[in-house]
Nanobody, 127 residues
Framework: QLQLVESGGGLVQPGGSLRLSCAAS????????FGWFRQAPGKEREGVSW????????NYGDSVKGRFTISRDNANNTVYLQMNSLMPEDTAIYYC????????????????????WGQGTQVTVSS
């Protein structure tokens, strides 16, 4: 059974850091690109970051560029999102998603490009 499980969310003060993990089970990461999305209350789910199948290419939403870093560890079947300099507007449920054989020039921010989704992890940035 293919499954993605996010972890690492929580409550953090503005300016703090969190590292989210997305653990995959039931399949190998080798042929999948991964995206991180987030959804704040009353807002649509938006693309945060993306990493290519090879790990050689990454993309970021404008609001997180320079603060967030995506990475992958195929040996451990895990994708990460390091989030630094967190701000209250980063508060949301964060989801990881996997896309099989996704070309590097695909519109990574479109939700319908992904085949599998995790259940999400809550990130709250507040003093």
């Amino acid at each position: 059974q293919l499954q993605l499980v996010e972890s690492g969310g929580g409550l953090v003060q503005p300016g703090g850091s969190l590292r989210l993990s997305c653990a995959a089970s039931g399949f190998s990461l080798d042929n999948y690109a991964f995206g991180w999305f987030r959804q704040a209350p009353g807002k649509e789910r938006e693309g945060v970051s993306w990493i290519s199948t090879s790990g050689g290419s990454t993309n970021y939403g404008d609001s997180v560029k320079g603060r967030f870093t995506i990475s992958r560890d195929n040996a451990n079947n895990t994708v990460y999102l390091q989030m630094n300099s967190l701000m209250p507007e980063d508060t949301a449920i964060y989801y990881c998603a996997a896309a099989l054989f996704m070309p590097d020039d695909s519109p990574w921010y479109r939700r319908n490009r992904y085949d599998y989704w995790g259940q999400g992890t809550q990130v709250t940035v507040s003093s």
